[in-house]
Protein backbone atom coordinates (compact mmCIF):
# COMPACT_ATOMS: atom_id res chain seq x y z
CA UNK A 1 0.00 0.00 0.00
CA UNK A 2 1.31 3.34 -0.97
CA UNK A 3 -0.28 6.78 1.11
CA UNK A 4 0.78 10.03 -0.24
CA UNK A 5 0.26 13.73 0.82
CA UNK A 6 -1.14 15.73 -1.87
CA UNK A 7 0.38 19.72 -1.88
CA UNK A 8 -2.41 20.51 0.00
CA UNK A 9 -1.47 18.54 2.43
CA UNK A 10 -4.77 15.89 2.15
CA UNK A 11 -3.23 12.58 2.73
CA UNK A 12 -4.70 10.35 -0.19
CA UNK A 13 -5.24 6.26 0.03
CA UNK A 14 -5.25 4.92 -3.62
CA UNK A 15 -7.54 2.01 -4.16
CA UNK A 16 -5.72 -1.10 -4.15
CA UNK A 17 -5.09 -3.16 -7.33
CA UNK A 18 -5.36 -6.48 -6.66
CA UNK A 19 -5.56 -8.15 -3.10
CA UNK A 20 -2.14 -8.13 -2.81
CA UNK A 21 -2.26 -4.52 -2.38
CA UNK A 22 -4.97 -4.75 -0.04
CA UNK A 23 -2.78 -6.85 1.82
CA UNK A 24 -5.60 -9.13 2.53
CA UNK A 25 -6.28 -13.39 1.90
CA UNK A 26 -8.50 -14.41 -1.03
CA UNK A 27 -10.31 -16.86 1.62
CA UNK A 28 -11.05 -13.65 3.88
CA UNK A 29 -12.42 -12.39 0.96
CA UNK A 30 -14.69 -15.57 0.26
CA UNK A 31 -15.49 -15.77 4.01
CA UNK A 32 -16.57 -12.06 3.65
CA UNK A 33 -18.64 -12.54 0.33
CA UNK A 34 -20.65 -15.33 1.94
CA UNK A 35 -21.47 -14.01 5.17
CA UNK A 36 -22.55 -10.88 3.64
CA UNK A 37 -24.97 -12.73 1.57
CA UNK A 38 -26.08 -15.32 4.15
CA UNK A 39 -27.14 -11.65 5.92
CA UNK A 40 -28.63 -9.37 3.03
CA UNK A 41 -29.76 -12.68 0.52
CA UNK A 42 -29.17 -12.33 -3.24
CA UNK A 43 -27.00 -9.56 -4.27
CA UNK A 44 -25.61 -7.66 -7.52
CA UNK A 45 -21.82 -7.65 -8.03
CA UNK A 46 -21.90 -3.87 -7.48
CA UNK A 47 -24.05 -4.66 -4.50
CA UNK A 48 -20.96 -6.40 -2.91
CA UNK A 49 -17.85 -3.98 -3.80
CA UNK A 50 -20.40 -1.51 -2.46
CA UNK A 51 -20.97 -3.21 1.35
CA UNK A 52 -17.02 -4.99 1.48
CA UNK A 53 -15.27 -1.49 0.39
CA UNK A 54 -13.32 -3.64 -2.37
CA UNK A 55 -12.59 -3.10 -5.83
CA UNK A 56 -14.58 -5.76 -8.45
CA UNK A 57 -11.46 -5.95 -10.67
CA UNK A 58 -8.54 -7.82 -8.90
CA UNK A 59 -10.23 -8.66 -5.37
CA UNK A 60 -13.51 -9.42 -5.72
CA UNK A 61 -14.12 -10.80 -8.88
CA UNK A 62 -11.28 -13.22 -7.82
CA UNK A 63 -13.48 -13.75 -4.84
CA UNK A 64 -16.39 -14.60 -6.88
CA UNK A 65 -14.77 -17.11 -9.19
CA UNK A 66 -13.90 -19.03 -6.43
CA UNK A 67 -16.90 -19.32 -4.91
CA UNK A 68 -18.52 -20.22 -7.67
CA UNK A 69 -15.74 -23.13 -8.24
CA UNK A 70 -16.56 -24.33 -5.22
CA UNK A 71 -20.07 -24.40 -5.86
CA UNK A 72 -21.06 -21.80 -3.28
CA UNK A 73 -22.44 -18.96 -4.78
CA UNK A 74 -24.01 -18.72 -8.29
CA UNK A 75 -25.95 -16.36 -10.62
CA UNK A 76 -29.47 -15.98 -10.70
CA UNK A 77 -29.96 -12.88 -13.25
CA UNK A 78 -28.66 -9.53 -14.06
CA UNK A 79 -29.97 -6.23 -12.74
CA UNK A 80 -28.10 -4.70 -16.42
CA UNK A 81 -25.39 -4.83 -18.55
CA UNK A 82 -21.78 -6.25 -17.59
CA UNK A 83 -20.44 -8.51 -14.84
CA UNK A 84 -21.43 -5.45 -12.18
CA UNK A 85 -24.81 -6.33 -12.79
CA UNK A 86 -24.97 -10.21 -12.28
CA UNK A 87 -26.98 -11.40 -9.27
CA UNK A 88 -25.24 -13.54 -6.95
CA UNK A 89 -26.75 -15.84 -4.35
CA UNK A 90 -26.18 -18.51 -2.17
CA UNK A 91 -26.11 -22.17 -3.09
CA UNK A 92 -27.15 -24.92 -0.13
CA UNK A 93 -23.32 -25.37 -0.25
CA UNK A 94 -22.97 -21.95 0.33
CA UNK A 95 -25.10 -21.39 2.93
CA UNK A 96 -24.29 -24.06 5.00
CA UNK A 97 -20.19 -23.10 4.68
CA UNK A 98 -21.14 -19.14 5.32
CA UNK A 99 -23.19 -20.72 8.97
CA UNK A 100 -19.90 -22.10 9.59
CA UNK A 101 -17.63 -18.80 8.90
CA UNK A 102 -20.01 -16.93 11.07
CA UNK A 103 -19.76 -19.57 13.97
CA UNK A 104 -16.01 -18.69 14.28
CA UNK A 105 -16.42 -14.79 13.38
CA UNK A 106 -19.32 -13.05 12.84
CA UNK A 107 -18.19 -9.84 11.35
CA UNK A 108 -20.17 -8.64 9.02
CA UNK A 109 -19.13 -5.41 6.69
CA UNK A 110 -16.28 -3.44 4.76
CA UNK A 111 -12.78 -5.59 4.35
CA UNK A 112 -10.62 -5.15 7.09
CA UNK A 113 -6.88 -2.88 7.00
CA UNK A 114 -3.85 -5.31 7.87
CA UNK A 115 -2.53 -3.48 11.01
CA UNK A 116 0.15 -2.94 9.82
CA UNK A 117 -0.97 -0.83 7.23
CA UNK A 118 -2.67 1.19 9.63
CA UNK A 119 -0.09 2.02 11.23
CA UNK A 120 1.30 3.39 8.42
CA UNK A 121 -1.81 5.93 7.82
CA UNK A 122 -1.71 6.46 11.80
CA UNK A 123 2.01 7.66 12.21
CA UNK A 124 1.49 9.67 8.53
CA UNK A 125 -1.21 11.29 9.88
CA UNK A 126 0.13 12.09 13.39
CA UNK A 127 -0.63 15.13 15.58
CA UNK A 128 3.22 15.61 16.29
CA UNK A 129 3.55 16.55 12.49
CA UNK A 130 1.27 19.89 12.94
CA UNK A 131 2.35 23.06 14.14
CA UNK A 132 -0.53 24.76 16.08
CA UNK A 133 -0.24 28.73 15.85
CA UNK A 134 -1.47 31.48 17.96
CA UNK A 135 -3.82 32.34 15.46
CA UNK A 136 -5.60 28.60 15.08
CA UNK A 137 -5.99 28.74 19.15
CA UNK A 138 -7.78 31.39 19.38
CA UNK A 139 -9.82 30.76 16.16
CA UNK A 140 -10.80 27.27 17.28
CA UNK A 141 -12.13 28.96 21.21
CA UNK A 142 -14.14 31.65 19.71
CA UNK A 143 -15.57 33.77 22.32
CA UNK A 144 -14.09 32.09 25.01
CA UNK A 145 -11.80 33.94 27.01
CA UNK A 146 -8.98 32.60 28.77
CA UNK A 147 -5.51 34.71 30.17
CA UNK A 148 -2.79 34.75 27.54
CA UNK A 149 -0.54 32.78 29.95
CA UNK A 150 -3.08 29.65 29.52
CA UNK A 151 -3.38 29.80 25.96
CA UNK A 152 0.62 30.08 25.87
CA UNK A 153 1.13 27.16 27.83
CA UNK A 154 -1.61 25.49 25.63
CA UNK A 155 0.11 26.40 22.40
CA UNK A 156 3.26 24.80 23.71
CA UNK A 157 1.78 21.65 24.68
CA UNK A 158 -0.20 21.09 21.38
CA UNK A 159 3.00 21.03 19.46
CA UNK A 160 4.90 19.18 21.70
CA UNK A 161 2.60 16.38 21.38
CA UNK A 162 2.90 15.09 24.26
CA UNK A 163 -0.04 14.15 27.06
CA UNK A 164 -2.05 17.43 28.93
CA UNK A 165 -2.99 17.85 32.41
CA UNK A 166 -5.82 20.32 33.28
CA UNK A 167 -6.53 21.49 36.34
CA UNK A 168 -8.39 24.10 38.76
CA UNK A 169 -11.92 24.51 40.14
CA UNK A 170 -14.74 23.22 38.71
CA UNK A 171 -16.57 25.72 36.21
CA UNK A 172 -13.60 27.66 34.71
CA UNK A 173 -13.75 26.12 31.04
CA UNK A 174 -11.00 22.71 31.22
CA UNK A 175 -13.42 20.89 29.43
CA UNK A 176 -14.51 23.51 27.22
CA UNK A 177 -11.01 24.43 26.17
CA UNK A 178 -9.84 20.30 25.73
CA UNK A 179 -12.66 19.87 23.50
CA UNK A 180 -11.98 22.60 21.38
CA UNK A 181 -7.94 21.38 21.06
CA UNK A 182 -9.48 19.07 17.71
CA UNK A 183 -9.93 22.44 15.90
CA UNK A 184 -6.81 23.59 16.87
CA UNK A 185 -5.16 20.99 15.10
CA UNK A 186 -7.75 21.35 12.44
CA UNK A 187 -8.08 19.13 9.50
CA UNK A 188 -9.74 15.48 8.99
CA UNK A 189 -8.47 12.17 9.16
CA UNK A 190 -8.55 8.59 7.66
CA UNK A 191 -10.42 5.87 9.94
CA UNK A 192 -10.53 2.31 8.66
CA UNK A 193 -14.21 0.54 9.16
CA UNK A 194 -12.02 -2.52 10.93
CA UNK A 195 -8.45 -3.72 10.99
CA UNK A 196 -7.31 -7.27 11.12
CA UNK A 197 -4.62 -8.10 13.62
CA UNK A 198 -3.25 -12.10 13.78
CA UNK A 199 -6.69 -13.09 11.42
CA UNK A 200 -9.09 -11.47 14.04
CA UNK A 201 -11.21 -8.58 13.57
CA UNK A 202 -11.37 -5.72 15.12
CA UNK A 203 -13.73 -2.95 13.93
CA UNK A 204 -12.68 0.62 14.54
CA UNK A 205 -14.92 3.05 12.86
CA UNK A 206 -17.70 4.21 15.06
CA UNK A 207 -20.76 6.67 14.17
CA UNK A 208 -20.92 7.96 17.47
CA UNK A 209 -17.36 9.17 17.79
CA UNK A 210 -16.58 9.23 13.97
CA UNK A 211 -18.04 11.89 11.72
CA UNK A 212 -17.67 11.59 7.87
CA UNK A 213 -16.67 14.32 5.90
CA UNK A 214 -19.70 15.53 3.69
CA UNK A 215 -17.38 14.87 0.83
CA UNK A 216 -15.52 11.36 0.31
CA UNK A 217 -12.37 11.35 -1.84
CA UNK A 218 -11.59 8.94 -4.31
CA UNK A 219 -9.03 5.62 -3.38
CA UNK A 220 -9.64 2.88 -0.37
CA UNK A 221 -12.85 2.86 0.51
CA UNK A 222 -12.23 0.55 3.59
CA UNK A 223 -11.02 3.89 5.07
CA UNK A 224 -13.50 6.72 5.65
CA UNK A 225 -12.37 10.55 5.50
CA UNK A 226 -13.72 11.68 9.55
CA UNK A 227 -13.41 15.11 11.12
CA UNK A 228 -10.57 14.68 13.52
CA UNK A 229 -11.81 12.54 16.73
CA UNK A 230 -12.85 13.56 19.83
CA UNK A 231 -13.44 11.01 22.44
CA UNK A 232 -14.33 12.11 25.78
CA UNK A 233 -15.18 9.52 28.93
CA UNK A 234 -15.89 10.74 32.85
CA UNK A 235 -16.48 9.23 35.84
CA UNK A 236 -17.69 5.79 33.95
CA UNK A 237 -14.32 5.00 32.27
CA UNK A 238 -13.47 1.20 33.79
CA UNK A 239 -9.99 -0.12 32.79
CA UNK A 240 -11.76 -2.85 30.23
CA UNK A 241 -12.77 -0.11 27.96
CA UNK A 242 -8.89 -0.15 27.55
CA UNK A 243 -8.71 -3.11 26.16
CA UNK A 244 -10.15 -4.77 22.95
CA UNK A 245 -14.07 -5.85 23.80
CA UNK A 246 -14.46 -9.15 22.21
CA UNK A 247 -18.06 -10.08 21.47
CA UNK A 248 -18.49 -13.15 22.81
CA UNK A 249 -22.26 -13.39 20.47
CA UNK A 250 -20.81 -12.14 17.00
CA UNK A 251 -17.21 -13.05 17.33
CA UNK A 252 -15.06 -10.08 16.94
CA UNK A 253 -13.48 -6.94 18.56
CA UNK A 254 -14.68 -3.88 19.32
CA UNK A 255 -11.67 -1.48 19.36
CA UNK A 256 -10.51 0.35 22.70
CA UNK A 257 -11.54 3.70 23.13
CA UNK A 258 -7.59 5.41 22.46
CA UNK A 259 -7.35 3.12 19.51
CA UNK A 260 -10.90 5.14 18.48
CA UNK A 261 -9.59 8.03 19.45
CA UNK A 262 -6.04 8.16 16.98
CA UNK A 263 -4.84 11.04 15.52
CA UNK A 264 -7.84 13.29 17.57
CA UNK A 265 -7.93 13.61 21.32
CA UNK A 266 -9.15 11.33 24.06
CA UNK A 267 -10.22 13.27 27.34
CA UNK A 268 -10.64 11.85 30.57
CA UNK A 269 -12.58 14.31 32.18
CA UNK A 270 -13.34 14.45 35.95
CA UNK A 271 -10.20 12.45 36.27
CA UNK A 272 -9.76 10.84 40.32
CA UNK A 273 -13.59 9.97 40.11
CA UNK A 274 -13.59 6.57 37.82
CA UNK A 275 -14.17 3.70 38.88
CA UNK A 276 -10.68 2.79 38.44
CA UNK A 277 -8.19 4.28 40.68
CA UNK A 278 -5.69 7.46 39.11
CA UNK A 279 -2.91 5.16 39.40
CA UNK A 280 -4.15 2.18 37.74
CA UNK A 281 -4.98 4.09 34.67
CA UNK A 282 -1.72 5.82 34.77
CA UNK A 283 0.17 2.41 35.11
CA UNK A 284 -1.97 0.98 32.27
CA UNK A 285 -0.66 4.05 29.81
CA UNK A 286 3.23 4.31 31.20
CA UNK A 287 4.17 2.23 28.05
CA UNK A 288 1.99 3.98 25.55
CA UNK A 289 2.47 7.31 26.83
CA UNK A 290 6.04 6.94 26.27
CA UNK A 291 6.71 5.28 23.31
CA UNK A 292 3.07 5.79 21.14
CA UNK A 293 2.99 2.16 21.04
CA UNK A 294 -0.07 0.05 23.29
CA UNK A 295 -0.71 -3.91 23.74
CA UNK A 296 -3.73 -4.68 23.06
CA UNK A 297 -4.69 -8.24 24.59
CA UNK A 298 -6.36 -11.22 22.61
CA UNK A 299 -9.17 -13.27 24.48
CA UNK A 300 -6.78 -15.65 22.95
CA UNK A 301 -4.26 -14.42 25.43
CA UNK A 302 -2.02 -13.23 22.29
CA UNK A 303 -0.49 -9.43 22.72
CA UNK A 304 -0.70 -7.04 19.81
CA UNK A 305 1.02 -3.98 19.27
CA UNK A 306 -1.27 -1.17 18.23
CA UNK A 307 -0.33 2.66 17.63
CA UNK A 308 -1.03 5.13 20.23
CA UNK A 309 -1.11 8.52 18.37
CA UNK A 310 -4.28 10.08 20.13
CA UNK A 311 -3.60 13.49 22.27
CA UNK A 312 -4.66 12.25 26.14
CA UNK A 313 -5.86 15.48 28.13
CA UNK A 314 -6.44 14.64 31.94
CA UNK A 315 -9.02 16.98 33.15
CA UNK A 316 -9.74 17.55 36.76
CA UNK A 317 -10.99 20.10 39.77
CA UNK A 318 -9.02 17.67 42.69
CA UNK A 319 -5.39 18.84 43.32
CA UNK A 320 -2.88 17.07 40.99
CA UNK A 321 -0.83 15.83 44.27
CA UNK A 322 -3.78 14.02 45.54
CA UNK A 323 -4.45 12.07 43.01
CA UNK A 324 -0.83 10.89 42.17
CA UNK A 325 2.55 11.12 43.19
CA UNK A 326 5.79 13.01 41.44
CA UNK A 327 6.89 9.84 39.32
CA UNK A 328 3.55 9.62 37.75
CA UNK A 329 2.69 13.24 37.01
CA UNK A 330 6.10 13.14 35.38
CA UNK A 331 5.25 11.02 32.64
CA UNK A 332 2.25 13.72 32.05
CA UNK A 333 4.39 16.73 30.85
CA UNK A 334 2.11 19.31 30.63
CA UNK A 335 0.41 20.36 33.53
CA UNK A 336 -1.67 23.59 32.98
CA UNK A 337 -3.69 25.57 35.88
CA UNK A 338 -7.08 27.33 35.11
CA UNK A 339 -7.85 29.83 37.51
CA UNK A 340 -10.32 31.80 38.65
CA UNK A 341 -11.51 34.66 35.99
CA UNK A 342 -10.15 38.45 36.61
CA UNK A 343 -13.67 40.69 37.11
CA UNK A 344 -12.63 42.06 33.67
CA UNK A 345 -12.44 38.44 32.27
CA UNK A 346 -15.47 37.70 34.09
CA UNK A 347 -17.29 40.79 32.03
CA UNK A 348 -16.00 39.79 28.85
CA UNK A 349 -17.54 36.60 29.45
CA UNK A 350 -21.13 38.37 30.31
CA UNK A 351 -20.87 40.94 27.87
CA UNK A 352 -20.58 37.77 25.13
CA UNK A 353 -23.55 35.75 26.86
CA UNK A 354 -25.92 38.46 27.14
CA UNK A 355 -25.36 39.14 23.11
CA UNK A 356 -25.84 35.13 22.49
CA UNK A 357 -28.64 34.63 24.45
CA UNK A 358 -30.40 38.16 23.40
CA UNK A 359 -29.93 40.29 26.20
CA UNK A 360 -29.19 44.06 25.97
CA UNK A 361 -25.80 44.06 28.45
CA UNK A 362 -26.23 47.02 31.20
CA UNK A 363 -22.84 47.72 33.04
CA UNK A 364 -25.42 48.99 35.89
CA UNK A 365 -26.63 44.97 36.05
CA UNK A 366 -23.63 43.53 35.94
CA UNK A 367 -22.21 46.00 38.58
CA UNK A 368 -25.72 44.84 40.71
CA UNK A 369 -24.85 41.42 40.56
CA UNK A 370 -21.03 42.10 41.06
CA UNK A 371 -22.21 43.83 44.37
CA UNK A 372 -24.97 41.99 45.70
CA UNK A 373 -23.53 38.24 44.92
CA UNK A 374 -20.44 38.17 44.99
CA UNK A 375 -18.45 40.77 47.06
CA UNK A 376 -17.59 38.96 49.89
CA UNK A 377 -19.69 36.05 49.51
CA UNK A 378 -18.02 33.94 46.39
CA UNK A 379 -15.09 33.42 43.99
CA UNK A 380 -15.73 34.08 40.24
CA UNK A 381 -16.54 30.99 37.70
CA UNK A 382 -16.35 31.62 34.29
CA UNK A 383 -19.72 29.55 34.48
CA UNK A 384 -21.91 32.07 36.37
CA UNK A 385 -22.67 34.52 33.32
CA UNK A 386 -23.95 31.52 30.94
CA UNK A 387 -25.64 29.78 33.94
CA UNK A 388 -27.42 32.71 35.60
CA UNK A 389 -28.22 34.83 32.51
CA UNK A 390 -29.97 31.62 31.08
CA UNK A 391 -32.00 31.61 34.58
CA UNK A 392 -33.09 34.93 33.96
CA UNK A 393 -34.15 34.29 30.65
CA UNK A 394 -36.28 31.88 32.06
CA UNK A 395 -37.67 34.04 34.77
CA UNK A 396 -38.55 36.69 31.79
CA UNK A 397 -39.97 34.23 30.19
CA UNK A 398 -42.36 32.74 32.84
CA UNK A 399 -43.61 36.10 33.86
CA UNK A 400 -44.02 37.10 30.08
CA UNK A 401 -41.63 39.95 30.38
CA UNK A 402 -38.63 41.16 27.86
CA UNK A 403 -34.70 39.77 29.33
CA UNK A 404 -33.38 42.27 30.95
CA UNK A 405 -30.43 43.09 33.67
CA UNK A 406 -33.06 44.65 35.93
CA UNK A 407 -31.86 43.75 39.82
CA UNK A 408 -35.63 41.78 40.32
CA UNK A 409 -34.75 39.33 37.01
CA UNK A 410 -31.14 38.85 38.57
CA UNK A 411 -32.20 38.42 41.80
CA UNK A 412 -34.55 35.21 41.04
CA UNK A 413 -31.80 34.25 38.82
CA UNK A 414 -29.25 34.18 41.69
CA UNK A 415 -32.14 32.73 43.67
CA UNK A 416 -32.30 29.55 41.71
CA UNK A 417 -28.96 29.17 40.79
CA UNK A 418 -26.79 29.58 44.08
CA UNK A 419 -27.15 27.31 47.17
CA UNK A 420 -26.64 30.49 49.26
CA UNK A 421 -27.36 33.82 47.36
Not at 49 to 56: I, R
Not at 191 to 200: E, G, K, M, R, W
Not at 231 to 247: C, K, S
Not at 256 to 282: C, E, H, K, T
Amino acid sequence: MTVSTRKDSVLTIPQPANLEEAGLDLQLVVELVLKFLYAHGSQTARDLVDALCLPYAGSLERALSQAKREELVEVTGSNGIGELAYRYALTSKGHHRAQEYLARNGYIGPAPVPIEQYRSVVTVQSLRTIPVTPQAIRRALGRLVFSEPVLDQIGQALNSGQAIFLFGKPGNGKTALAQRVVAMYGGAVFVPHAILADSHIIRVFDRHHHHPTPEQPAGDRRWVLCERPLIQVGGELTLEQLDLIYDERNRFYEAPLQLRANNGVLLIDDFGRQRVSPRALLNRWIVPLEQRIDILTLHTGKQIEAPFEGLVIFSTNLQPTDLVDEAFLRRIPNKIHLGNPTVQQFADIFRAQCEELGIPFDPQGLAYLLRTYYVGKRELRACHPRDILRALVGAARYLGREPRLTPDLIDRACRSYFIHP
